[in-house]
């Protein structure tokens, strides 16, 4: 016998905490009936308004800080994508009987991002828990206890929520010095290009410590009009991950040059990881293009495959050689191999896994997404191209993985 479905509406109504759902421009869509008890506000006074329209800042207290700390919450979730539980927040709320009368409450929230089919953010879930009753002791809330032990938990309140701002200064100075390190170990554009028509990308992650496990490089081959394109992507992030970047780039640049092949640098890249400390799992790609033979030649150590983009239209993905990630295997065999031929105003394009991977998403959705993009805007130049796939692939919001992002004109 089938099981009845589930009715979530009616789950949501009757948890027993507040709950509010918000839109990302911090409007209330929907809340549930605890939400409605405890706020001592309506439905009506809350559906479609802005949250600090309902709940502002107690104006007569101008220490008054909770609507700040919620709305930078708030702010933080809609940047990072990632949940932010808040320490108890002194909140005033107006009375909703008495115009200019604010009842001193204090509240524990919880914000959750939630994200829609296309990997964005469509609504928060905005939980609150109730505290100010642990404030109350039978002498009641005037009682000399209470106004003690009101003051001890507002006091931990403000010392939790400095050291948390104390920590985000921290976290900022460690990503200033790692994007700065990164800029310093990735080449400069005017190095990369030559005459040849490319346009290279990394758009660091959002949040502290999201950075720097990315990079790539264009190189001029011996032999030939050939050049060398890669990409690759150090599992982690901060100043070690940059560090290791450097490192694999480095390593991989100087093996393309004197390399027969693309298989061939990889392999000998993935010997070099397999003693670096901080290399384990890190993925690259490596192509050769040939622009008088027409022809890529190109390997895959783990990574999401290069798309070429043929001059009529069609999409190919280089997936036909692909194997474990740089520092998978301890005796490392020989790499696979792959030719793919093209025809002058072709596009080649590189990049790394912020760009097509999402959070409870297959990764065939993104590359989906990545190949239509590249489809319908194939007729821009690259550095209009490059700007393209970004603003239409990575979250409004920022993504929370960096990203590298390569595109060819052949």
């Known amino acids: 016998m089938a099981e009845a479905p589930i009715d979530y509406a009616a789950v949501y109504q009757a948890l027993p905490g507040m709950v509010a759902l918000l839109t990302p421009e911090l409007i209330y869509a929907d809340v549930n009936e605890a939400f409605v008890r405890g706020s001592g506000r309506s439905r009506e006074d809350l559906l479609g308004r802005y949250l600090f329209d309902v709940f502002p800042d107690n104006p007569n207290d101008p220490e008054a800080t909770g609507a700040h700390h919620l709305r930078a919450s708030l702010l933080r979730v809609l940047s990072t994508g990632e949940r932010d539980t808040m320490a108890v927040q002194r909140y005033d709320v107006e009375s909703p009987e008495h115009s200019g009368v604010w009842e001193e409450r204090y509240w524990s929230p919880v914000n959750t991002p939630v994200r829609g089919p296309d990997g964005r953010i469509g609504l928060i879930v905005h939980r609150v828990e109730e505290v100010t009753e642990l404030l109350r002791v039978r002498g009641g809330a005037g009682d000399g206890r209470g106004r003690v032990l009101e003051a001890e938990l507002y006091t931990r309140a403000r010392e939790l929520q400095d050291l948390n701002n104390r920590l985000r200064r921290a976290h900022a ?238």
């Open 173 to 410: 100075r460690e990503r200033e010095v790692a994007l700065s390190l990164q800029e310093a170990m990735l080449p400069a554009r005017r190095q990369l290009l030559g005459h040849h028509r490319a346009a290279v990308r990394y758009q660091p992650a959002v949040g502290a410590l999201n950075v720097c496990g990315d990079w790539y490089d264009l190189v001029d081959l011996v032999g030939g009009n050939r050049i060398g394109v890669s990409v690759g992507d150090v599992v982690g992030h901060g100043l070690a991950a940059a560090g290791v970047m450097g490192q694999l780039r480095s390593a991989l640049t100087a093996a393309s040059r004197v390399a027969d092949g693309p298989a061939q640098a990889l392999n000998v890249v993935g010997r070099y990881a397999h003693v670096v400390d901080g290399a384990e799992s890190a993925t690259a790609v490596m192509t050769f293009v040939d622009f008088d033979r027409h022809t890529i030649t190109y390997s895959s150590a783990g990574h999401p495959p290069p798309v070429l983009v043929h001059h009529d239209g069609r999409v190919e993905f280089l997936d036909r050689a692909t194997d474990p990630p740089l520092d998978a295997q301890p005796d490392p065999a020989p790499r696979p191999e792959a030719v793919t031929g093209f025809s002058p105003g072709a596009t080649l394009v590189l990049y790394t896994d912020g760009l097509v991977e999402r959070r409870r998403e297959d990764i065939d959705t993104g590359l989906h997404r990545l190949a239509e993009a590249l489809h319908r805007h194939r007729a821009q130049d690259p550095e209009r191209l490059a700007d393209t796939v970004l603003l239409e692939l990575l979250p409004s919001g920022g993504a929370t993985d960096d990203t590298a992002l390569v595109v060819v004109r052949l």
